[in-house]
């Protein structure tokens, strides 16, 4: 069985469409926002990862999302490149000018349809909202062939009146149909049941694709998506490292990996390349300052590490005693120690590829080697993690302040002294500063050569490796007017390590004192 798909032509029924939101619902829920130029690095990962379709934002939120959706459709290639609209002509004219130059795009309609939602968020009548889909999904189809839409709080829809919605949406020229389960509720068995339900009764649902997207406030996101494929679902919503609304979206990673894995459950084929998965989770880690948990799937620190005598044992005896994947097939590398201080570039630039930073330019690749190089120097074994957070550090967008350097006197019998110097706007200024201990030493020396009104929020250090030599990673949490922003730093002197992370912090509120949230997505 195939159908024929205005973007991907002729597409068979075993082909599972990848659809991210990481830079739409992911990039909405609160702490991850991205700028301008951290969204088209991510949406290049992306595309370099293989996902079919990228949804990119919601144009009419705010300049700042129009503009990032229209330079993702004009820059990427590759994938679909889909804007979000609510039922509104000026939400669809606004996605619609936003992805005009993709070299595929996608217009995403979108209004909720269950009884609760109508009532109270949109208060409409069912066939109000019957007259908005036709309407929202003809006007839509005025600038591109691939519509997508949506039923929000679809999965606590009315059966027969979701069936009904969808059938006017396909009549109305939708060419892909999403059922959300939007607050977490649903369990697989409900997935099931819905695809299953739309694909018998709803006339022409076997002409579109038909779409899955879960929310996690269960930690059903990733089951709850499988289900819907067993009921018929083609189209996977998901982000990667799960990021979302509240409790997050299904994870891409998870996702792909149980597809792969159970190949014998759900014998599908998509395009996603999972060598990849690695390094685009730590890369949106990297670029948002939100580390995923050790024992994350797949791309948890500890997703692959076997601790306990009895597992080791069985490890060496034969992987897949204890291994259902291999770490090598989502990007991880084999060995966990690394280069000395002996090693060469070379040497360093294809450890970086090994740990999923294939794709760094040669300015950073150069900059993260003197790092190396330094640390290597006062550390005896320098671990993978050591390289990873020394990377992550050297990538982060450090735009207006930089960190050059720290000299502190400090100890039991005296008051800390700080003396540092920062690269403010493109000038070097030092300033020194007292303080109660050198870290307060230190953040007042910022705060003389970088005067702002943020407060801190939260501070927190810890040791990546092992023993007294091993490097500190430090978050730092800043909050000015209600906003949050999170910076991390790492390095082998921890109150350079705090240092580093306070100026990240520092700059990504600048980045979002220019910046306007985006809207609630209601209709
Ligand atoms: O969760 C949801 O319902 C959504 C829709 C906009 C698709 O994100
Ligand atoms: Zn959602």
New binding site residues.
Partial sequence: MSIQHPSFGRIDSDRIIFFD?TL??GEQSPGFSMNLDEKLRMAQALADLGVDVIEAGFPVASEGDFESVRQIAESIRGPVICG?ARASVKDIEAAGRAVEKAERRRI?Q?ISTSDLHMKYKLRMEREQVLELIAMGTQTARRFTDDVEW?A???SRTDPDFLCRCVEVAIRNGATTI?I???VGYATPEDMRRIFAMVRERVPGADQVILST?N?NDLGLAVANTLAAVEGGARQI?CTINGI??RAG?AALEETVMALRTRADAYPYRNGIETTRLLSVSRLLANITSFDVQPNKAIVGRNAFAHESGIHQDGMLKNAQTYEIMTPESVGWSKSSLVLGKHSGRAAFRDKLATLGYADLDDVTINQAFQRFKDLADSKKIVFDADVVALVDDETRDHERVRFVALDLMAGSTRRAEATLTLNVDGNETTATREGNGPVDAAFNAVHALFPHEATLALYSVGAITEGSDAQARTTVRLEEAGKLVDGQGADADTVVSAVRAYVHALNKLIAKRTRREPEA?SA
């Fill in positions: 939101t739409r619902d979000l995403h979108f949506s929000e709080d679809g999403n959300p389960d939007t997207h929310h919503e979302g609304e979206n997505l």
